[in-house]
């Protein structure tokens, strides 16, 4: 018998915030906040949970949100998908960080991680 592990994903939005930052400053060159998802490779028709983004791969705060929740990135930069249900990028992200609205994903890159450390209670660290 094979034994697998299984990872499970974050589900309180702290948690989530949490897991966030820590993917970012694992990939910070994955990293930008000019867009949910995107890729300059034509090859690139998803992100899936389990994949690491490649170069030239960015993921914008709510992108790296719906990633790091499970869900896959489509290429088409605005939509994910998880057990067949297809949504939003930014109202899945919105959901996941418990927030009806928030400039958090519509701000510079140092505002986005300010606001994930004050999700995540990390608010006192650099």
Not at 2 to 15: F, I, S
Not at 53 to 64: D, H, I, N
Request: hydrophobic share 40%.
């Amino acid at each position: 018998m094979t034994e697998t592990t299984v990872r499970p994903y974050p589900q309180a939005p702290d948690q989530i915030a949490a897991a966030v930052l820590d993917a970012i400053e694992a990939q910070p060159e994955a990293f930008s906040m000019t867009a949910w998802f995107w890729s300059r490779s034509s090859r690139a028709r998803a992100l899936a949970p389990e994949q690491t983004p490649r170069c030239g791969t960015t993921l914008c705060v709510a992108g790296w949100t719906v990633h790091v929740t499970g869900w896959t990135l489509h290429a088409d930069g605005v939509s994910c998908s998880k057990d067949g249900v297809t949504r939003d990028i930014e109202a899945t992200a919105q959901a996941a960080l418990g927030l009806t609205y928030s400039n958090l994903f519509y701000g510079s890159p140092d505002d986005a991680i300010a606001g994930l450390r004050q999700i995540a209670g990390r608010s006192d660290t650099p």
